[in-house]
């Protein structure tokens, strides 16, 4: 897990609320990690296995994660960011930086 993740848990576990949404924990996960298999993905991620389909389901079709079959093995599907979605998700990392460093 990456520090922004484990950043966000933590504030869930303090809060003792839920403030990732399984979207973004996928997301996330992506952004910190690179090109992961889908059965790495499930096992990261809090949705239960139906909701998780559908999650990469609607990610896709939103042209925020792509995928690719393994070469070795067709049956492993490796999911990613698209490009638009990685850009939107470094700008969003900056933005943070800079308002943590303002507030230090």
Known sequence: MGQ??????GVERQFALRAITPEFEILLRLYERGPTPSAALREAS?????????ILKRLVAADLLQVEH????RRIRKYDLTPWARGVLDDYGRASVRVLSARG
Do not use: H, I, K, V
Request: aromatic content about 6%; cysteine-free.
């Open 46 to 54: 809090r949705a239960s296995s139906a909701a998780f389909s559908l």
């Open 70 to 73: 393994d070469p070795q093995d």
């Open 4 to 9: 922004l993740s484990e950043g966000l848990l």
